[in-house]
């Protein structure tokens, strides 16, 4: 069996495809029911936030599990498999490990460095434990991963490199300003009462906002946080409770409005935020044209900030991601042990022609390259004589100019802050365009981490998840010959009890003393035969390629596989047993990273 992972997150698809996606509790539920239940996959669990969603499972074909995970993905989020395709990633054995290792560590997060994901890495393992969907393979993955993001977060600064997604929405909204004056003495409304919006209301009291009104469906649980926030030490500040149907009079007196709730439709709509404004401007709220429309600007995506708006999707996507085994221009058998499919130059030390090949063989295509270079010559040498024609008739080569952008007016200053941290989104995309407000939302988030520079520790970070991919790799290594070198170690016994009782039957009148140490000798005798090769062959199948080293042993000494199957079985079963306790996060690392 081998450890593979499907999947989609901010870095290979735009919010717009990932709000469509995203998983609720019961459609995450179906999701590992369904993918355990599939023939390839053996365990399973799901990794889903705001920013990514992964399926990881423990299957026993490639190509198979690829299809049959990125099918199961398309038909849980509701996205269908040709438009999803060009989204999904695919990371495989040791890459597959990597992968995981550098989400436990921030390093893949918007926000690199933040610490929210390991609470919900341990929110998925849980999940697949209870489910009983992780066996030995994930539950050492998920549990080895949340050691490695803690010994990051302790050996290294990441956290300097890292903040919480709430300080750095909180900072794009001030514009850069030192969040804590901006913030100081304005009034602020905040949507929701899970663990973002209770992490939010926090860092908006630290901050000193004067105010804070909590508003949530169930009035409990506003209540309980708006206690908290006044009588706590550290966030000593007047706080109260409000019902949903509150939000619209309450944006009328709010400063900074945070949202972040489950809900699956919009909670903020443009008009609501357009009725606010005008309650407390005394005007209509204008409709700004949005920057880059005119003047070529564009967002941290490469796209102008109105197309973002709008949600428009990338223009050339990524090649597909459903592979088949006939005909697979990529030869598995030669490739190293781990590696990822799509959206990286390479893999594994397969070239970029390779996976062309492949791509285009996705497609049931196929690749001419001479056509296509001859092509490109021709066209070359067409638009070189043109050139040179119009080099005779005007003297010189034409130059080709962009046209001056048209002067924008100048946007008004926000009277109303508004940070969106749900997915999908809480606030209509379309607040972007009213005069008087600034919206801050994911896609947003996302341009601007893309430009945050990276810290000097986030290098230690990555060399530590090169170091712990090498060692979960030996140590599975290991673990996947302990169950045959028990079954010869129990095959051994085995024979020794038969020799002795054999001795018993040849000689009845041995006293008990004597039986006791012939018993003793022998079994040292055999000890002592099995304790260097058992040994070595572990070291051995630590290594890199040492895979082969268990069905060595197994032909050798003519074990029993369905012996060695119920050792396999009993080793499995008492890995999932293993609880997390170890790793349980406090409320700022459990939420919608």
Not at 93 to 107: I, M, N, P, T
Not at 287 to 300: I, K, L, N, R, W
Not at 474 to 479: D, E, G, P, V
Request: glycine share 10%.
């Amino acid at each position: 069996m081998s450890l593979l992972v499907v999947g989609l997150s901010h870095r290979s698809a735009p919010v717009s495809v990932l709000e469509r996606a995203s998983l609720n509790e019961d459609d995450r539920i179906k999701l590992l029911q369904d993918t355990v239940a599939a023939e390839p996959a053996a365990e399973a669990a799901v990794l889903a936030t705001c920013n990514r969603i992964e399926l990881y499972a423990d299957v026993d074909k490639f190509h198979a599990g690829v299809a049959e995970l990125s099918t199961l993905l398309a038909q849980h989020s509701g996205v269908g498999l040709d438009e999803l395709t060009p989204y999904l990633y695919v990371h495989y054995e040791d890459r597959a490990v990597h992968h995981l290792f550098s989400v436990a560590c921030g390093l893949d997060s918007m926000v690199v460095g933040e610490g929210q994901i390991l609470g919900q890495i341990k929110d998925s393992l849980a999940r697949a434990q209870e489910l009983h969907t992780a066996g030995r393979l994930l539950n050492d993955l998920f549990q080895q991963g949340l050691r490695v993001g803690k010994r990051a977060h302790s050996e290294t600064g990441i956290d300097r490199a890292g903040q919480s997604l709430v300080t750095f929405g909180l900072e794009q909204l001030s514009h850069g300003a030192d969040v804590e004056v901006w913030a100081h003495g304005k009034r602020a409304l905040v949507i929701g009462a899970g663990s973002m919006s209770s992490l939010a209301a926090a860092t908006l009291a630290r901050a000193g906002v004067g105010e804070i009104v909590i508003a949530n469906r169930t009035a409990e649980r506003a209540e309980r946080l708006a206690r908290i926030l006044s009588e706590g030490d550290d966030t000593h500040v007047s706080a109260r409770a409000v019902p949903m149907d509150a939000v619209p009079a309450e944006l009328t007196r709010a400063d900074i409005a945070v949202s972040c709730t489950g809900a699956t439709g919009l909670v903020l709509t443009a008009e609501t935020i357009a009725a606010a404004l005008e309650g407390r401007t005394g005007a209509p709220a204008a409709v700004a044209e949005p920057v880059g429309e005119a003047s070529g600007e564009t967002a941290g995506d490469g796209r102008t900030p109105a197309k973002a708006a709008r949600g428009d999707v990338r223009e050339t996507p990524l090649p597909p991601a459903t592979v088949g085994e006939d005909g697979c221009p990529l030869d598995l058998a030669t490739v190293e042990a781990g590696f990822s499919l799509l959206g990286e130059s390479a893999v594994a030390g397969i070239d970029a022609a390779a996976l062309e090949q492949h791509g285009t063989w996705v497609d049931n295509g196929t690749v001419d390259r001479r056509e296509a270079a001859e092509g490109g010559v021709e066209a070359d040498a067409e638009l070189i004589t043109a050139l040179a024609a119009t080099a005779a008739t005007a003297g010189r080569v034409p130059e080709r100019r962009k046209p001056e952008p048209a002067p924008l007016a100048p946007r008004p200053e926000p009277v109303l802050y508004v940070l969106d941290l749900a997915m999908p989104r809480d606030v209509d995309a379309a607040v972007h365009r009213l005069a008087g407000a600034r919206l801050v939302d994911i896609e947003s988030l996302a341009g601007a981490s893309a430009d945050a520079p990276m810290a000097a520790d986030v290098d230690q970070v990555r060399r530590i998840v090169s170091d712990e991919v090498a060692a979960f790799g030996a140590a599975q290594r290991a673990a996947h010959i302990t169950p045959t070198v028990v079954a010869l170690r129990t095959m051994a016994a085995d024979v020794v009890s038969s020799e002795i009782a054999r001795l018993e039957g040849r000689l009845p009148g041995l006293d008990g003393k004597h039986r006791a140490e012939i018993t003793q000798t022998v079994r040292r005798v055999v000890d002592k035969l099995l304790h260097a090769p058992t040994v070595r062959v572990k070291q051995l199948a630590a290594e890199p390629g040492g895979a082969g080293y268990a069905d060595a042993l197994r032909t050798l000494f003519d074990l029993d596989p369905e012996t060695v199957a119920s050792v396999s079985r009993l080793h499995g079963g008492a890995a999932g047993a293993e609880h997390t306790d170890d790793f349980d996060q406090n409320g700022k690392n459990r939420g919608p990273a």
